[in-house]
């Protein structure tokens, strides 16, 4: 019943996510440490916001107790990057996340972080899920928390500074003082609040912040930063004149950005920014990183400089560990997650919300001015994203007409190559490109299409869903 998908494992709470599988997982974690020789150093937890996470980390705290492996549990709901940030500082072997990071309210899940402050890979994850289906002795045996507690075996500890600390290291303060930046913030009802605003504030920022209190159904929207959940950001941006507004999703793994003009900033232009304002300003040298769901403007930028773009799988342990082997400067992803050399090595909304506000002090420019000159330097280029739900039925079906039989509609753009490293992409000789497939962490087939113009974009996908007949 457990699997991990692209984003660790999530599940429905109260179904699948269950206190006896989450101390099931708890066992197997014991498991492989203890035959890796690393149980000793003991693990990391960390949780969010969501109903149950604060019990989940202490459910698997109890088991780890019972087994003699120490943990060290941050004892308030935290951004998943301090977990990753502890455990690279900290030179653990694992460290565990309690979050379903930007999906409903009504699932929970668990990230693992491996050495490095990586997330855990595919050999990793299936390597987990092979210890998962040896645990028998069901319900799994643990200690009570209070316990565990006397006995040396679960520390509460809150190692929020070090971590703020090392962000504001990373950046331009005395820059970003002098600049005045007004700020609005948007946690999303998540854990960015506290990190981002003491970030913020510390760097002389005028801050604002809305949707800060604890709601674990996140005001009854997705907590995730895109158009549709940032309009109330949008409006306080303009109505009150903010230079910035800035969006963390649940878990503050994923940022989203509207600019001085009230515009939503898609995650690929965020990263575009992010990757021409450290070359160009910050004077990094390296490739970049993508999935194949992001955009193609990254490359264009990457050749400019006299580098490559590299493109992966989605799931942002992929990145990882392309990031690490051809040591790119930066890496991401559509939906909003990136990674900057020097920093951990997976994504972090609140080390990325940082750059974007030096980017501005250094630069002296609006974010709106310089998007602009990229979009003019290098071209613009349009996304369209569609999601769509199916029955197990549909999804067969799916599967055996497009990635077993390799069927394709009448494309009406003329194909370069076509790949079926995750799902089906098609790149076409004008530059453009579609993907087609199947989410990892919700049931949903996903279509994503970049083209020079709106319409063409638009155009393809429509072909591709009355091909499917979505």
Same mark, same amino acid.
């Given at each position: 019943?457990?699997k991990?998908? #692209?984003?660790?494992?999530?599940?429905?709470?109260?179904?699948?996510?269950?206190?006896?599988?989450?101390q099931?997982?708890?066992? /197997?974690?014991?498991?492989?440490?203890?035959?890796?020789?690393?149980?000793?150093?003991?693990?990391?937890?960390?949780?969010?916001?969501?109903?149950?996470?604060?019990?989940?980390?202490?459910?698997?705290?109890?088991?780890?107790?019972?087994?003699?492996?120490?943990s060290?549990?941050?004892?308030?709901?935290?951004?998943?990057?301090?977990?990753?940030?502890?455990?690279?500082?900290?030179?653990?072997?694992?460290?565990?996340?309690v #979050? /379903?990071?930007?999906?409903?309210?009504?699932?929970?899940?668990?990230? &693992?972080?491996?050495?490095?402050?990586?997330?855990?890979?595919?050999?990793q994850?299936a390597?987990?899920e092979?210890?998962?289906?040896?645990?028998?002795?069901i %319900?799994?045996?643990?200690?009570?928390?209070?316990?565990?507690?006397k006995?040396?075996l679960?520390?509460?500890?809150?190692?929020?500074?070090d971590? @703020?600390?090392?962000?504001? /290291?990373?950046?331009?303060?005395?820059?970003?003082?002098?600049?005045?930046?007004?700020?609005?913030?948007?946690?999303?009802?998540?854990?960015?609040?506290?990190?981002?605003?003491? @970030?913020?504030?510390?760097?002389?920022?005028?801050?604002?912040?809305?949707?800060?209190?604890?709601?674990?159904?996140?005001?009854?929207?997705?907590?995730?930063p895109?158009?549709?959940?940032?309009?109330?950001?949008?409006?306080?941006?303009?109505?009150?004149?903010?230079? &910035?507004g800035? /969006?963390?999703?649940?878990?503050?793994?994923?940022?989203?950005?509207?600019?001085?003009?009230?515009?939503?900033?898609?995650?690929?232009?965020?990263?575009?920014?992010?990757?021409?304002?450290?070359?160009?300003?910050?004077?990094?040298?390296?490739?970049?990183?993508?999935?194949?769901?992001?955009?193609?403007?990254?490359?264009?930028?990457?050749?400019?400089?006299?580098?490559?773009?590299?493109e992966?799988?989605?799931g942002?342990?992929?990145?990882?560990?392309?990031?690490?082997?051809?040591?790119?400067?930066?890496?991401?992803?559509?939906?909003?997650?990136?990674?900057?050399?020097?920093? &951990?090595?997976?994504?972090?909304?609140?080390?990325?919300?940082?750059?974007?506000?030096?980017?501005?002090?250094v630069?002296?420019?609006?974010?709106?001015?310089?998007?602009?000159? &990229?979009?003019?330097?290098?071209?613009?280029?349009?996304l369209?994203?569609?999601?769509y739900r199916?029955?197990?039925?549909?999804k067969?079906?799916?599967?055996?007409?497009?990635?077993?039989?390799k069927?394709? %509609?009448?494309? %009406?753009f003329?194909?370069?190559?076509?790949s079926?490293?995750?799902?089906?992409?098609?790149?076409?000789k004008?530059?453009?490109?579609i993907?087609?497939?199947?989410s990892g962490?919700?049931?949903?087939?996903?279509?994503?299409?970049?083209m020079?113009?709106?319409?063409?974009?638009?155009?393809?996908?429509?072909?591709?869903?009355?091909?499917l007949?979505?």
């Amino acid at each position: 019943m457990i699997k991990f998908g #692209t984003g660790g494992w999530r599940a429905i709470i109260g179904d699948e996510f269950t206190k006896e599988n989450i101390q099931i997982l708890a066992r /197997a974690m014991c498991d492989k440490m203890k035959s890796e020789g690393v149980s000793k150093e003991g693990i990391v937890i960390g949780y969010d916001k969501r109903f149950l996470s604060k019990e989940t980390m202490q459910w698997i705290a109890c088991v780890f107790a019972k087994e003699g492996i120490e943990s060290f549990l941050v004892n308030k709901s935290a951004p998943t990057p301090l977990i990753m940030y502890y455990v690279q500082t900290h030179e653990l072997h694992y460290g565990m996340m309690v #979050t /379903a990071s930007h999906n409903p309210a009504i699932y929970n899940g668990i990230k &693992i972080f491996t050495y490095g402050g990586r997330d855990a890979d595919e050999e990793q994850t299936a390597d987990i899920e092979e210890f998962i289906r040896n645990v028998t002795d069901i %319900p799994v045996e643990a200690m009570d928390y209070e316990e565990g507690l006397k006995a040396g075996l679960i520390h509460e500890i809150y190692p929020l500074n070090d971590y @703020i600390d090392a962000v504001l /290291a990373s950046v331009d303060v005395e820059k970003i003082k002098k600049a005045g930046l007004k700020v609005a913030l948007d946690p999303m009802y998540g854990v960015s609040e506290t990190s981002l605003k003491t @970030i913020l504030l510390t760097m002389r920022c005028d801050v604002e912040t809305i949707h800060d209190r604890h709601d674990t159904l996140f005001g009854g929207k997705l907590p995730a930063p895109n158009e549709t959940t940032l309009r109330e950001l949008k409006a306080h941006v303009l109505n009150y004149n903010f230079d &910035i507004g800035i /969006a963390t999703d649940g878990d503050a793994d994923r940022i989203g950005i509207i600019d001085d003009k009230g515009n939503f900033l898609h995650p690929n232009d965020i990263l575009s920014l992010l990757y021409y304002y450290l070359v160009k300003y910050k004077g990094f040298k390296g490739d970049c990183v993508r999935n194949i769901c992001t955009t193609h403007l990254l490359d264009e930028i990457a050749k400019d400089f006299g580098f490559k773009c590299h493109e992966v799988p989605v799931g942002f342990k992929h990145i990882s560990a392309k990031m690490n082997q051809v040591d790119a400067i930066i890496g991401g992803e559509s939906s909003g997650g990136m990674a900057v050399k020097g920093h &951990i090595r997976g994504k972090d909304g609140i080390y990325a919300a940082a750059l974007i506000i030096e980017m501005l002090a250094v630069t002296g420019k609006k974010l709106s001015e310089i998007m602009e000159g &990229i979009k003019k330097e290098y071209g613009a280029m349009a996304l369209v994203e569609r999601d769509y739900r199916f029955s197990e039925e549909k999804k067969a079906l799916i599967k055996k007409q497009l990635l077993e039989d390799k069927e394709l %509609p009448n494309l %009406p753009f003329e194909t370069e190559k076509i790949s079926y490293l995750d799902g089906l992409k098609v790149y076409f000789k004008n530059g453009g490109w579609i993907s087609v497939r199947f989410s990892g962490t919700e049931p949903l087939l996903r279509i994503f299409s970049e083209m020079k113009t709106k319409e063409d974009a638009e155009c393809i996908a429509k072909t591709f869903e009355d091909f499917l007949s979505l």
